[in-house]
């Protein structure tokens, strides 16, 4: 992966920060995009002393001019693109019968589903020249419906569906597609969580020693990269959910409703 050139989105923080550290201790070229300038400075700056080369480019996924200027900055400094890993997303904590605000949906789907449909467009033809590879970080809630998760699962289900087609569509052109379905892990997007008044939570809703640290998740997630996987899930009741879902289903919706209740 030496000298890959890479574009981050969410990078500022969580998985995304520390994704950049692991790929930066590999000397990659790093296009690094948040919305949060000063963050990604600091990054930035960890990041060289790592070894790698690091670009910043401020941007938020929903606005389709960021989205143009991150691939051609990107292009412009580093002459191409070898992975595109989608991991900017936002979250919600909610029942849907207590949503007072119905364009949480829309929002949770922009930042989730449509931003990286944008992205993807606009960095394929430089991914068909590398013979480069798609990441998409998603989440398990993107293969099982979640209690009080509904929006969040909707958008990852609609994530995970565009990218699995997406692959098919690319068959024969070199790109290859990675499908990254974390359980619960430690990061910033719990404390803003959408609520039922359409407001951050300010708290996270996790029992945070309970669940994978981010550096865990993200030297899983180089891993897959390294191998080009198809699709990587991260825990063992995500494995075993897999099957559990055809066989027995009634038995997914009584762990995932479980598995809210005990990170509360």
């Known amino acids: ?22 790929l930066a201790a590999r000397g990659t070229h790093l296009s690094l995009a948040a919305r949060d300038r000063s963050r990604l400075e600091t990054l930035a700056q960890e990041c060289r002393a790592l070894g790698a080369e690091a670009h910043v480019v401020p941007t938020d996924v929903t606005n389709p001019q960021d989205c143009e200027r991150l691939v051609d900055e990107t292009v412009a400094v580093f002459g191409g693109i070898d992975v595109f890993i989608h991991n900017a997303g936002i979250t919600m ?3 849907f019968d207590a949503l007072g605000d119905l364009s949480i ?8 589903y449509l931003a990286p449909a944008r992205l993807t467009a606009l960095a394929l033809p430089h991914l068909k020249q590398s013979k480069g590879l798609l990441v998409a970080v998603a989440s398990l809630a993107g293969l099982t419906g979640v209690p009080e998760r509904s ?4 958008s990852k289900h609609a994530m995970i569906g ?4 997406l692959r098919i569509e690319l068959s024969g052109t070199g790109v290859d597609v990675s499908v990254i379905a974390p359980d619960f892990v430690v990061s910033e997007i719990h404390k803003r969580a959408i609520g039922a008044d359409g407001k951050p939570l300010g708290t996270s809703p996790m029992m945070q020693s309970k669940i994978m640290t981010a550096r865990d998740c993200a030297a899983r997630i180089v891993r897959a990269i390294d191998r ?17 879902k055809l066989l027995a289903p009634s038995v997914i919706d009584r762990i995932a409703e479980k598995a809210i209740r005990q990170r509360h």
């Open 151 to 154: 929006g969040y699962a909707a």
């Open 93 to 95: 904590w909610s029942r």
């Open 105 to 112: 949906l829309s929002r949770l789907m922009d930042v989730n």
């Open 228 to 244: 080009r996987e198809r699709l990587v899930l991260m825990s063992t009741r995500g494995k075993l959910g897999r099957w559990l």
């Open 1 to 22: 992966m030496k000298a890959s050139r890479i574009i981050l989105t969410g990078a500022s923080e969580g998985i995304g920060r520390a994704l950049a550290l692991e």
């Open 162 to 165: 565009f990218f699995d087609s």
